[in-house]
């Protein structure tokens, strides 16, 4: 069990973190209102988030950010609804055929904002352009399929070479993002990222590079009129200066910002903080080839120091949830009965012990500077136990591309990361971090990945759920992570604004409604 005694308290965690990283500073604009007359117009609707969108071809982007743009101008073949049911879009149905093909029936008297008709022909093109080695996509959802078959004006088949239960759900996002054909060949594929066609909500108006993303609702949408008649999409880089420009009025929604700089707005006149659960996680990577980290005990023991229920506390504002293993919640294959380890000091200085290490040890933990809050945090956590973890803060690209790059200790021993599993099936987030032979995987156990390939091979969910099951209770005893928490959507709003994310968070904004302030 935890042992208060030895525990620090909230306050004295938050003092030590901000004596190594400097809270956000926040300018005097955030002292007042802009006026009332300075409002803008009703129903226009601006959003801020951190970077601007890659490309406005969306078979050119695999990432959230030119995703939270995509997704109001274009529409895919499914969806997650605000209850976080993968629900109908393009697609009204679709059905397993066989182990390798999947049917899905389209919907009728859809057209893309240029007139031209949706169909199965457009479903087909866009896929086998996704496909296409020449467009050099960037997604990889679709690594499975292997054609698209036309069955008749509305209905398609999609063939895979091997089962994927998943499927329908990675047509919800970056997969199954239907473009215009007939377009496309008329203006190219410069032109078209220039000026995209869609079925979307939103229909494009204007870029501004690195300013802002202007966008239409087009009231005639075959899922009815957007709530609001513009939308902007504003790049803000400093989250300063984003909370500034909500202060003044000059945005009506600020994105992607952290609790902890959310915290530092709380009582503001005028503003609203919300937050909402959300699918991204955090967990520790363990090099499991490391001469300390190889002995489960040690890993366990790495576990049952580290407070998170007092992580979330101290350093998240409360807005997250503690995830057990590597599944969250809300995704397909979580399993409640596998509890989260016990807060046991006492436990994890035994650990350390029998596995040789009375007095602890040292060791490194590389964080990307975004997260140095959290970073810091742990580390405090973990030396109660005696584990002396110096803390290194990388740039985010810098980060980035060590993670993903071939060499798996490229990283150091403990490095702290977080996945967004958007398909809200557990294989998202174990797909790249727990078989063996994965890119990112750093722990070989025959009895995991055997356990994946169940998993992964079936589309039976029963034994999906069975196999995911199997695979938390091996993940929890064998501790190849330190299983942290899933963190929530925070949306910092002036008072005019209305809207609620669905756990994956990605910036649909056509259910949004704003009103005179």
Known sequence: MTDPSSGPSRRALLRGIAAAVPLLALGPAL???????????TRLLRVSQASDPRSMDPHKVADIVSMNALINVFDCLTERTADNRLGPRLATSWTAVTDTRWRFTLRRGVRFHNGEVFDARAVAFSIERLLDPATASPIVELRYVTGVEIVDDHTVDIVTDRPDPVLPAKLSLFGGVVVPPGYLREVGEEGFAAAPVGTGPFRFTEWQRSVALRLT????????????????LQTISNPASALAALQSDAVDMVTGLNPDAALQLQGYRGIAVANSPGIRMSYLSLDTTDPVLSDVRVRRALNHAVDVPLLIDAVLDGKAREVPTM???????????????????????????EAGHPDGFSTTLTASSADAMVAQAV?????????????????????????????????????????????????????????????????????????IDREELSIDPAARTAAFAELQEL?????????????DAVLITNERVSWTPNVVGVLAMATAEVRDG
């Open 217 to 232: 609702a087009v009231p005639d949408h075959w899922a009815g009129p957007p709530g609001v008649e513009r939308l902007e």
């Open 475 to 487: 993940l929890s005893d064998e501790a190849p992570f330190v299983f942290l928490h899933q963190l």
């Open 327 to 353: 599944i969250p919640r809300e995704s397909f294959g979580f399993d409640p009965a596998v509890a989260p380890y016990s807060r046991d000091l006492e436990r994890a200085r035994a650990l350390l012990a």
């Open 31 to 41: 002292t007042a209102c802009a006026p009332a007359a300075d409002r803008p117009p």
């Open 379 to 451: 580390a405090g956590l973990l030396a109660r136990a005696g584990v002396r973890a110096e803390v290194e803060l990388l740039d985010p690209s810098t980060y980035s591309s060590r993670l993903t790059s071939d060499n798996r200790g490229a990283l150091g021993p403990v490095y702290l990361a977080a996945t967004t599993g958007w398909t809200l099936d557990g294989q998202s987030p174990v797909q790249s971090n727990v078989r063996s032979d994965r890119r990112q995987s750093r722990w070989t156990d025959p009895r995991a990945d055997a356990l």
